[in-house]
């Protein structure tokens, strides 16, 4: 069963059109030079706030993005169930204010960070993002978020830290899906450190110039584009540097179809399926499927990130 979104506050007006108009008033003061107050916007993120982000066009693509309806109830969110529809229909039990995220492992400065302080330093950018679903469906979602690198770099990973270790939150009573043993809870990810600092890793806390919705993974989740949406890991409470490559739920789960670094790669089916190419979501039943792009069409900005590296081994 298909879900419509809750009204958020201004009423009769769909979050989409709203964000037409403010893509139009963006472009608008940027013509004048006016730069955007983005600093103080997220005080806190109640589902539905709307955000004051500067649209990064070097870091969008021209692609034009889903709906809002598409992007918000097609989910993967296994704390939800698994049907698609079922984390738009279920994810309000999770309470995403206050929120707090605990910083560990190899670095100068760890331990809990609201994420009001979390974000605080940080001005809001928009990004229009191609997401890529292991599963060969695909979507173009415009988030909000921060650079994770800049983030990363405020606790001051030591030397040693070679990776990161997401984790999202473990409470069985909001999340219902974590009573079942379909995955080991809680919800793991992680990232070689450099592909964390890539400037297109993206933290995000809102799309389509709102908070995330909680089926999107409020309030806040990993973007990582030129991945498999897998990776891109939902309401994280825990970052963690870590020296050796951490297991992520998917690849804890089944070794052999999900690895490590899930790089979206036509070139490397998955066990029981094509990747070459994609259903693109929003495209209607009879649409052709898409041909899916090396690194989800961010190859230039991050194969070298693996150079030397034999990709279908290393998948
Ligand atoms: N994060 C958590 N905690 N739990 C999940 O089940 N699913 C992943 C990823 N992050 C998932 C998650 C998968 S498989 C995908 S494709 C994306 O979220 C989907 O993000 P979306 O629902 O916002 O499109």
């Given at each position: 069963?298909?879900h419509?979104?809750r009204?958020l506050?201004e009423?009769?007006?769909?979050?989409?059109?709203?964000?037409?108009?403010?893509?139009?008033?963006?472009?608008?003061?940027l013509g004048?030079?006016?730069?955007?107050?983005v600093g103080?916007a997220?005080?806190s993120?109640?589902?539905?706030?709307v955000?004051?982000?500067?649209?990064?066009?070097a870091?969008?693509?021209?692609?034009?993005?889903?709906?809002w309806d598409?992007i918000?109830?097609?989910?993967?969110y296994?704390?939800?169930?698994t049907?698609k529809s079922?984390p738009?229909?279920y994810a309000?039990?999770?309470?995403v204010?206050p929120w707090?995220?605990?910083?560990?492992?190899e670095a100068?400065?760890t331990?809990?960070?609201?994420l009001d302080d979390?974000?605080k330093?940080?001005?809001?950018e928009e990004?229009i993002?191609?997401?890529r679903?292991?599963e060969?469906w695909?979507?173009?979602i415009?988030?909000v978020?921060i650079?994770?690198?800049?983030?990363?770099?405020?606790f001051?990973p030591r030397?040693?830290?070679?990776?990161?270790?997401?984790?999202t939150?473990?409470?069985p009573?909001?999340?219902?899906?974590?009573?079942?043993?379909i995955l080991?809870w809680?919800?793991?990810?992680?990232?070689?450190?450099d592909?964390?600092?890539?400037?297109?890793?993206l933290?995000?806390?809102?799309?389509?110039?709102?908070?995330?919705?909680?089926?999107?993974?409020?309030?806040?989740?990993?973007?990582?584009?030129?991945?498999?949406?897998?990776?891109?890991?939902?309401a994280?409470?825990g970052?963690?540097?870590?020296?050796?490559?951490?297991?992520?739920?998917w690849s804890?789960a089944?070794?052999?179809?999900?690895?490590f670094?899930?790089?979206v790669?036509?070139?490397?089916?998955?066990?029981?399926w094509?990747?070459?190419?994609?259903?693109h979501?929003?495209?209607?039943?009879?649409?052709?499927?898409?041909?899916?792009?090396?690194?989800?069409?961010?190859?230039e900005?991050?194969a070298?990130?693996y150079?030397?590296?034999?990709l279908?081994?290393?998948?």
């Amino acid at each position: 069963m298909r879900h419509r979104p809750r009204p958020l506050t201004e009423q009769h007006v769909t979050p989409e059109s709203l964000y037409l108009t403010r893509r139009h008033l963006i472009s608008g003061l940027l013509g004048t030079g006016i730069g955007l107050a983005v600093g103080d916007a997220h005080a806190s993120l109640p589902t539905g706030a709307v955000l004051h982000a500067a649209h990064n066009a070097a870091m969008s693509v021209s692609a034009p993005p889903n709906s809002w309806d598409d992007i918000t109830t097609y989910n993967n969110y296994y704390e939800f169930g698994t049907d698609k529809s079922d984390p738009a229909q279920y994810a309000g039990s999770l309470r995403v204010t206050p929120w707090t995220v605990t910083i560990g492992g190899e670095a100068d400065i760890t331990g809990p960070v609201s994420l009001d302080d979390l974000l605080k330093p940080h001005a809001l950018e928009e990004r229009i993002y191609r997401l890529r679903c292991v599963e060969a469906w695909s979507m173009v979602i415009p988030w909000v978020g921060i650079p994770l690198g800049e983030v990363l770099r405020r606790f001051k990973p030591r030397s040693n830290a070679k990776y990161v270790r997401f984790t999202t939150l473990n409470d069985p009573t909001q999340m219902p899906g974590e009573r079942s043993s379909i995955l080991h809870w809680p919800y793991t990810e992680g990232l070689r450190l450099d592909e964390a600092m890539h400037p297109l890793s993206l933290l995000a806390v809102g799309l389509y110039g709102r908070s995330l919705p909680n089926q999107n993974g409020a309030p806040l989740r990993l973007v990582v584009p030129w991945k498999y949406g897998f990776k891109s890991i939902k309401a994280i409470v825990g970052i963690e540097f870590v020296e050796r490559e951490p297991r992520s739920a998917w690849s804890q789960a089944n070794p052999k179809e999900y690895g490590f670094y899930a790089n979206v790669n036509p070139a490397v089916d998955h066990p029981r399926w094509s990747q070459a190419s994609e259903r693109h979501i929003g495209g209607g039943l009879f649409a052709p499927r898409q041909p899916t792009l090396p690194f989800n069409g961010y190859a230039e900005q991050v194969a070298d990130l693996y150079r030397g590296m034999d990709l279908r081994r290393q998948f």
